[in-house]
């Protein structure tokens, strides 16, 4: 079992940057593949990247492709999302996940991960 908590959220303008990280409990993380979703009130939970338990794959939605990246450390049992260039469309609460099913390593469906963070609000004004 992994506990997350997600942070780094805040307000920041157009064009500007963030850097959302998601720390995990626990012995185990890596051998966890990760997520980050986001999520606007009222709409489904929507996959933005994941990336395998040694960091050596990636998967961007294409939203978010060229402006986001993904890294871990797994010495420090943390996720990270850089987020460059942010646009009003990425304001959204945004979750990490985790998952170590067998014979699924990036997954983009919200219900193949059994863990989650309790969200970071991003907000970007314009």
């Known amino acids: 079992q992994v506990q997350l908590v997600e942070s780094g959220g805040g307000l920041v303008q157009a064009g500007g940057s963030l850097r959302l990280s998601c720390g995990a409990s626990g012995r185990t993380f890596s051998s966890y593949h990760m997520g980050w979703f986001r999520q606007a009130p009222e709409k489904e939970r929507e996959f933005v990247v994941g990336?395998?338990?040694?960091?050596?794959?990636?998967f961007y939605a294409d939203s978010v492709k060229g402006r986001f990246t993904i890294s871990r450390d797994n010495a420090k049992n943390t996720v990270y999302l850089q987020m460059n260039s942010l646009k009003p469309e990425d304001t959204d609460v945004y979750y990490c996940?985790?998952?170590?099913?067998?014979?699924?390593?990036?997954?983009?469906?919200?219900?193949?991960?059994?863990?989650w963070g309790q969200g970071t609000q991003v907000t970007v004004s314009s």
């Open positions: 996940a985790a998952h170590k099913r067998f014979g699924v390593t990036i997954t983009t469906s919200s219900s193949s991960y059994d863990y």
């Open positions: 990336i395998t338990r040694s960091g050596g794959s990636t």
